[in-house]
């Protein structure tokens, strides 16, 4: 075991980006399992970074159920991937299988709209302001031009 002495003295959290639609690229995309063994459904842990602007390198992370039941406002839970893939120029139709390799979609540029969302967990949060973002759209590059 290696002996660490390390300071932490100028390390500071990040604040959440503004409310606002943000030009960014698809980093990663790796599948999990969910904590919840009950629930059979992966989810795909999705990296983007923002591309332009005074925000530009700052990551933003979205988890895409695969879960097509319905959530309790009445959505499939995975409508948010079907906008995702639609938005990456993938050919997917309501009501139908896709099947395809996630990997393909790295370096897509898209356009996502962030809020700020108060959150209940207090790992997920920003000590300075109990806010996080949340992506509540994802559109195709051309979108909100």
């Not at 390390?6 to 980006?17: D, K, L």
């Not at 919840?36 to 842990?45: A, G, I, K, Q």
């Not at 897509?108 to 700020?116: A, D, E, G, M, N």
Request: charged share 25%; aromatic share 8%.
């Amino acid at each position: 075991m290696a002996k660490l002495n390390i300071s932490f003295e100028n390390v500071t959290g990040f604040e959440p980006v503004p409310e606002n639609v943000y030009e960014v690229v698809v980093k990663s995309i790796d599948m999990k399992k969910p904590k919840d063994t009950t629930n059979p459904h992966p989810y795909l842990n999705t990296r983007f970074e923002i591309t332009e602007g005074e925000f530009a390198g700052r990551q933003l992370f979205v988890n895409l159920t695969t879960n097509p039941e319905k959530n309790k406002n009445g959505n499939a839970s995975n409508s948010m991937l079907y906008s995702f893939l639609r938005a990456c120029g993938e050919n997917v139709t309501e009501g139908q299988d896709w099947e395809g390799d996630s990997n393909e979609l790295i370096n897509t540029i898209l356009r996502l709209k962030v809020l700020l969302e108060d959150s209940n967990d207090p790992e997920d949060i920003n000590p300075k302001t109990g806010e996080l973002n949340k992506v509540n759209n994802v559109r195709s590059y051309m979108s909100y031009n």
